[in-house]
């Protein structure tokens, strides 16, 4: 199920594989299902409900996309690039699913002609209730951020952090709060969509939690520049620098931005491979 939780770069925007995988099927769906129900005497109305489920989904998607304007109308204003990495989160997914909702029912209403609003009201309930069980599943199956035992660090297990401002820290002397890890870098775009979720993740909850974004600095070209852009981001919470790549190894990072969520005991207890919204952090953290 990991496979499912990673991110995948399309050009400049950072697309969740599940996602990709729910347009690809739909577009199959939709090209393949009609020519076969046709040779099994598929109706025009069956062809017309099929479009309009379609049709509803890009709706959702595109919404949800959008959703980050909401969030961060501020950050996008002044660089609009970070539209296309930025994670809709959970009210996202509940914005796509009233706008799939209200088109389907203007669908209805206007292939009936207004003659039976009632029906138009209840194709659109269904639909809601479908869309609502689907998304709980997909965020059930592949958004719950659990790490699976075999790549979780033992509680007490002790990791060093060199720090960017020359001291260090250990993992262990952070038990007793959870602790937030962002494995991140400066040319990850991406990671600059995410930072504005991280920076008020950590504004609201810095007394109760500790935050540590980790960079991966040997992909970097020099620590200075991880400082510049440490600096010109007002990023406040502690930065590691992960040189040699070993707390990267350790944590099975695979990529960036990945975010990992300890527990006060120093267990990992939450995983996401690419931008992550902090609704889905913040739970973890309470």
Known sequence: MDTFRGSVAVGPAAVPVWILVAITVGIVCRVALPPVLRR????????????????????????????????????????????????????????????????????????????????AIGVAGVVAAAAAIAVVVVVAAVGSGHSSSDRAVAPGDDVALELLDGTSISLATLQGKPTVLTFWATWCGPCAAELPYKKSLHAAYAEGANFVGVNVTRTERSVSDVADYVRDNGIEYAVALDRSGTISDRFFVRGTPTTVVLDASGEVVARWAGPVHSDRIVPYLR
């Open 40 to 119: 099994v005497g598929l109706s025009a109305e069956t062809e017309r409900v099929l479009d309009t489920i379609f049709t509803a989904t890009i709706v959702a998607l595109v919404l949800w996309k959008l959703y980050p304007v909401v969030d961060l109308f501020p950050e996008i204003r002044d660089n609009p690039s970070l539209l296309l990495r930025a994670p809709g989160g959970r009210r996202g997914v509940v914005a796509g699913l009233i706008g799939a909702t209200l088109y389907t029912a203007w669908r209805v209403w206007r292939v009936e002609k207004r003659r039976n609003a009632m029906a």
